[in-house]
């Protein structure tokens, strides 16, 4: 199983990013895919989550009207688009799907 993440980097408060996972070793369109984050000295925290079919989305209060989470079952990837991004958003954003976990991208909002 792999899970490899991108997408990530420096952004503005109030800026966006678009984070992406590309998944290979199992059958995607089976599983829920989720993505967590882990800022610095904090523990990692589920932001999103889509079912296997894409047709529901769950979301971390935090993130709710500024994230959204979709898939594409055809090409094995789900990403993470991030809007109206705040300095509190920074932090390493982790794929995991089937007990399995991506390394990490690091996401930093700062000016």
């Known amino acids: 199983v792999q899970l490899v993440e991108s997408g990530g980097g420096l952004v503005q408060p109030g800026g966006s990013l678009r984070l992406s996972c590309a998944a290979s070793g199992f059958t995607f369109r089976r599983y829920d895919m989720r993505w967590y984050r882990q800022a610095p000295e904090k523990e990692r925290e589920l932001v999103a989550s889509i079912s296997p079919g894409g047709t529901i989305t769950n979301y971390a209060g935090s993130v709710k009207g500024r994230f959204t989470i979709s898939r594409d079952n055809a090409k094995n990837t789900v990403s993470l688009q991030m809007n109206s991004l705040k300095p509190e958003d920074t932090a390493v954003y982790y794929c995991?799907?089937?007990?399995?976990w991506g390394q990490g991208t690091q996401v930093t909002v700062s000016s």
């Open positions: 995991f799907a089937n007990n399995y």
